[in-house]
C-alpha cells in the first residue's frame, strides 16, 4: 500500500477516489467493513482450488526490475549465529549437553568462558548475552506459572503440540541431510533428469505440484549469495562454505497460520500449524525433484534450514518486507509463513514486486506500538544497515524474552506484531478494495484513510497487556476461536 510508479495519473486517480469516495461514503461503508472484518465467514485470503490459479491479487502490474530491499555499499554472507535459534541452540548445548557429559557453561559464567565463535559473537554485541540470561530466568518463572494456566489454554497447548510433533519426531520427513549438499541432495534421485521444454515450463509446473501439496502461495527465484547462512551446514556441522553450485533456483513456499488463532495471539497461538504443513510441503516437493531427476533440499524453519527466508522471498516476487521484519505478502498480509526447497532444476524466475509496504510501514507503526518486547523499531525511516541492506532491525533477542514470558508455554512465541498488522486481514470486500486500489495511489490519501479507520475501529490492547501478571493481562488481539477455549468444553 504506497510506492505507485507509472501506473495511474493524478487526473486519473482523483477521479477514481470520487466514485470510492462516494462509494464507501454509502450506507455507513466504514462501519459494515468493521463488522464483515470481524465476520467468520469472510473469504480467508488464498484461493479454493488446489491450484492457486484463483488468487485475488494480481501482481503483473506491480512487478519490479530490482527488489525492494535497498543495498547500500558491500554486502555480506549472514553468520549462522545471526540467527537467534542457532545461536541459543549452541549455548542450550553448552549449558545442557548429552547424558554423562558435563556442562561446559552456565548462565553464572561471562563472555570470556565462551568457546568461539560465541566468544566473539557476545562481545561484538553488548548486551545480548544478558538479554538471554534474562530469557532464561524468564522461561524458568514461565514454566513455574504453566500451572496457574494449564487449564486454561490446555486445548491451545494441544493443538500447538499437535503440530509440532512432526517436526519432533524420531522419524523425520524429509530426512535430516547427511554429509555435504553435492552428496545429500542427490541422495534419493531415480533417473537421469528429463529434458525440460523451457525454463517457463519447469516454473509453471513446480508451482502446479506444490499448489497439489498444499502451498498457498509459491514464487522462484535464483538463490542469491548474500541470503545463505555462513559458519555452519546442515549434514556438516560448523563450516565455511561458498554456496553449492547446485543451488540454483529456490523454489519458495507460503501458507498462513489459521487465522483466528493467529488473531487470539499470543495466549493462543502458535507458529507450528504452519511449520508442520510447511515441513511436508517442502519434503513432498524434495522427493518430487528427485524422481524426475534433478537435485533438492527442503528449508524448513524453525531449525532445519540454510536459507534466510524473508529476503528469498522478496527475490521470489511473493512480497515485501516489513517494519517488523517479516514478509508482507497482498494476499496474506505478515501471516505468511515461509519454506523453500533449492534445486538445479532450470528454472524461470519471478520478479519482485513493489506494492509499497515500505510507504505504508513508515506511516502505520501498529507492530511497534503493540509489540511487548519493545523489538521493532519506531523510526519513520528504516534507520539500520544490516549486512549491506538498509531495513528496520528487528531486536531479536528482546523479541526472544517475551517469548519467555507469556502466560503460555515456552516454544509456543508470541506473533502479535503478525496478528496486529493492517495488511493480515481475511479478505473482505473491505480488506479487497484496500489492496485493490491503494497500489495504483500516487498520493498516500488513502493509505492514510485506511489506516485512520483501521486505528479507530479496531480494538488494540497496547504492549503491556499482552505480558502475564503483574505486569500485563493476558490479553490477547482478537478473542480467541471457541475451539480453543477450554472453559468452553470442560468443567474446570
Not at 115 to 136: C, D, M, Q, V, W
Not at 400 to 413: E, I, M, Y
Not at 433 to 453: V, W
Request: glycine content about 8%; some cysteine; hydrophobic content about 30%.
Amino acid at each position: 500500500m504506497g510506492n505507485k510508479k507509472n501506473r495511474v495519473s493524478r487526473r486519473e486517480f482523483v477521479k477514481l477516489s470520487g466514485i470510492v469516495g462516494a462509494f464507501l461514503g454509502l450506507g455507513g461503508a466504514a462501519g459494515a467493513g468493521y463488522f464483515s472484518g470481524k465476520s467468520k465467514d469472510s473469504y480467508t485470503g488464498w484461493g479454493k482450488n488446489a491450484y492457486g490459479e484463483n488468487q485475488f491479487f494480481n501482481r503483473k502490474p506491480f512487478r519490479v526490475k530490482t527488489p525492494t530491499y535497498e543495498k547500500v555499499g558491500d554486502t555480506r554472507r549472514i553468520q549462522y549465529l545471526e540467527d537467534i535459534f542457532k545461536r541459543n541452540g549452541e549455548l542450550y548445548r553448552l549449558m545442557f549437553p548429552r547424558k554423562g557429559e558435563k556442562p561446559k557453561w552456565s548462565l553464572s559464567q561471562g563472555v570470556d568462558d565462551l568457546p568461539e565463535p560465541l566468544r566473539s559473537y557476545y562481545k561484538n554485541h553488548p548486551g545480548t548475552l544478558e538479554e538471554f540470561k534474562k530469557a532464561i530466568k524468564k522461561s524458568r518463572i514461565q514454566r513455574k506459572n504453566w500451572k496457574k494456566y494449564k487449564d486454561k489454554y490446555l486445548l491451545a497447548y494441544a493443538w500447538s503440540a499437535a503440530h509440532s510433533s512432526p517436526l519432533r519426531g524420531k522419524a523425520a520427513f524429509p530426512a535430516e541431510p547427511e554429509g555435504p549438499p553435492e552428496k545429500s541432495d542427490f541422495k534419493g534421485i531415480t533417473t537421469k533428469p528429463y529434458k525440460l521444454k523451457s525454463p517457463s515450463h519447469g516454473s509453471k509446473l513446480m508451482k502446479q505440484i506444490t499448489h497439489t501439496f498444499g502451498a498457498t502461495l509459491v514464487g522462484i527465484t535464483k538463490v542469491k549469495s548474500d541470503w545463505v547462512y555462513q559458519g555452519h551446514l546442515r549434514g556438516v556441522g560448523k563450516t565455511k562454505f561458498k554456496k553449492p553450485a547446485h543451488w540454483k533456483y529456490a523454489i519458495v513456499v507460503a501458507i498462513p497460520h489459521e487465522w483466528d488463532s493467529l488473531y487470539a495471539n499470543p495466549v493462543y497461538g502458535t507458529s507450528y500449524d504452519a511449520y508442520s504443513m510447511l515441513n511436508f510441503i517442502a519434503g513432498k516437493l524434495e522427493v518430487f525433484l528427485k524422481h524426475i531427476g534433478y537435485s533438492a533440499r527442503s528449508h524448513v524453519p524453525p531449525t532445519d534450514y540454510d536459507l534466510a527466508m524473508p529476503p528469498l522471498a522478496i527475490d521470489a516476487g511473493l512480497g515485501e518486507q516489513g517494519r517488523n521484519g517479516i514478509l508482507i505478502t497482498p494476499e496474506l498480509g505478515a501471516n505468511a509463513r515461509l519454506a523453500a526447497v533449492t534445486t538445479d532444476m532450470p528454472l524461470e524466475p519471478d520478479k519482485p514486486i513493489d506494492i509499497g509496504v515500505k510507504e505504508f510501514c513508515e506511516k502505520c507503526k501498529i507492530c511497534a506500538e503493540e509489540c511487548p518486547s519493545g523489538a521493532i523499531s519506531f523510526e519513520d525511516k528504516p534507520p539500520d544497515v544490516v549486512r549491506g541492506y538498509r531495513r528496520w532491525k528487528i531486536n531479536q533477542d528482546k523479541c526472544f524474552t517475551v517469548w519467555n514470558t507469556v502466560a503460555t508455554s515456552h516454544p509456543r512465541g508470541c506473533r502479535v506484531c503478525l496478528a496486529v498488522c493492517p495488511y493480515s486481514r481475511k479478505n473482505n470486500w473491505i480488506h479487497r478494495a484496500a489492496k485493490e486500489i491503494d497500489p495504483y495511489d500516487p498520493t498516500g490519501t488513502f493509505s492514510s484513510a485506511m489506516l485512520a479507520m483501521q486505528k479507530g475501529f479496531f480494538d488494540y490492547p497496547g504492549a503491556e497487556a499482552y505480558l502475564p501478571p503483574p505486569d500485563g493481562s493476558n490479553e490477547t488481539y482478537g478473542e480467541a476461536p471457541d475451539w480453543l477455549k477450554t472453559e468452553e468444553w470442560f468443567d474446570l
